[in-house]
């Protein structure tokens, strides 16, 4: 498991079009099936939210509704494979 950081934009706020925030998230690599010995299925990669930031101060219930889309958008697949891309690379 690894932690990482990316940029990203939250749909929603007083900004003309999005709020700039940061998430912080681990990664762990999936695994491919195993077919021979005692088979096991394949397993996707996971990410989990560990804190989403704003580059602006927001109020309490800004930051929950932020802590709630960050967490689903990292189940969304744009910001998944965008997530995974980016942990594969600081990993290397």
């Not at 929603?12 to 998230?25: A, K, M, R, T």
């Not at 681990?26 to 695994?31: A, E, I, M, R, V």
């Amino acid at each position: 498991m690894s932690r990482h950081t990316m940029k990203a934009w939250a749909p929603f706020g007083l900004q003309p079009d999005s709020l700039e925030c940061v998430i912080e998230y681990t990664y762990s690599p999936g695994s491919p099936a195993v077919y021979y010995g005692t088979p096991q299925p394949a397993e996707d990669a996971s990410l989990d939210l560990v804190s989403v930031k704003c580059v602006h101060p927001l109020n309490d219930a800004m930051q929950a509704m932020l802590d709630e889309w960050a967490g689903e958008a990292l189940s969304e697949d744009y910001w998944r494979e965008k997530a995974i891309d980016n942990a594969t690379d600081d990993d290397r």
